[in-house]
Structures are given as C-alpha cells and as structure tokens.
C-alpha cells in the first residue's frame, strides 16, 4: 500500500506535538510492513523551512543548525518516498474548486497522481469535500483504527 502523508504529520513529530507518538507509530509500521510512505516536493521544502524556524527558536544557530537541520532532512528522504509536481497536477491543484487552501488541494492531487491510496492529515476538515474513492483521508487516529489494530 502507498500512503501519503500531509505536511502537519512530519511537523507533529518534528515539533512533539499531542499526535507525535501516534505518528511516530504509523512511520513504524510503515517501515516494519513494507508499506510505501509518499510526501510531496512541496512538503519537503516546507518541512525544510519550518525545521530551521523550529532549530532557530530552540536556540541553535550555525553552524550546528546547518548541520542539524541536514540530519533531519536526510532522516525524511530515507524514511519517504518524495513525489515531484508537474505542471498539470499543479494546474489540477489550482483549479480544484472543493479546496479553499490551495496547498492541502496540491497535496491531495500528489495523493492521488502518486497512487497511494490513503492520505493521512491532521487537518481532516479542509479535505471534507473530496472524493475519498480514489484516495481515503484519514487522521492518524483513524489510519490506526483501520489498518494497525
């Protein structure tokens, strides 16, 4: 199974936040069960910048930001899959007329051009009007309950 995971997951267990365990669980059993976990090009970028945000504001500055933040980076790309944009799926994202933020719509159209056929977020409401039959939007909560047990 291919899962994708919205931006706020990784930012929950970056910044240990209430759902970092659960999270934390989910990366787990993806791994353990050979399941495929997808993030977008744009989640890495962002992940990037809110990682230096949150490196910044615990007091560490460079050169040991640099070095941290490329170690948490590099943990991102050998855990997930990362899943480019074209122009067309951007264009789809653009013009998808359920979303009213932009980047959860580009996200749920890397969903599904990647074909995982889950996508976890934490946000669920701003995914309510989608089509869940080509891609099922869970919480992680939910993700647990329907796949882990």
């Known amino acids: 199974m291919k899962v994708f995971i ?3 997951i990784i930012m ?3 910044e240990q936040r209430t759902q970092a365990d659960l999270c934390s669980k989910i990366f787990d059993w993806l791994d353990r069960t050979g399941n495929e976990g997808y993030i977008s090009i744009g989640s890495f970028y ?12 615990q007091g560490i500055n460079r050169p040991e930001l640099t070095q941290r933040l490329r170690t948490i980076l590099e943990g991102v790309l ?3 899959s990362i899943w480019p944009a074209s122009t067309e799926e951007l264009l789809e994202g653009v013009h ?3 979303f009213e933020d932009l980047e959860d719509s580009y996200q749920y159209h890397a969903a599904i051009t990647s074909g995982c056929s889950v996508l976890i977020t934490i946000n669920i409401r701003d995914f309510a009007k989608v089509d869940t039959t ?3 939007v869970l919480t992680p909560q939910e993700f ?3 796949f882990m047990g």
């Open 134 to 136: 080509t891609v099922r």
């Open 96 to 98: 998808d007329s359920t």
């Open 78 to 80: 050998q855990e997930f």
């Open 144 to 146: 647990k309950d329907s």
């Open 12 to 14: 929950e267990m970056l």
């Open 6 to 8: 919205d931006t706020n």
């Open 46 to 57: 962002t992940i990037t910048f809110l990682s230096e945000r949150l490196l910044h504001h």
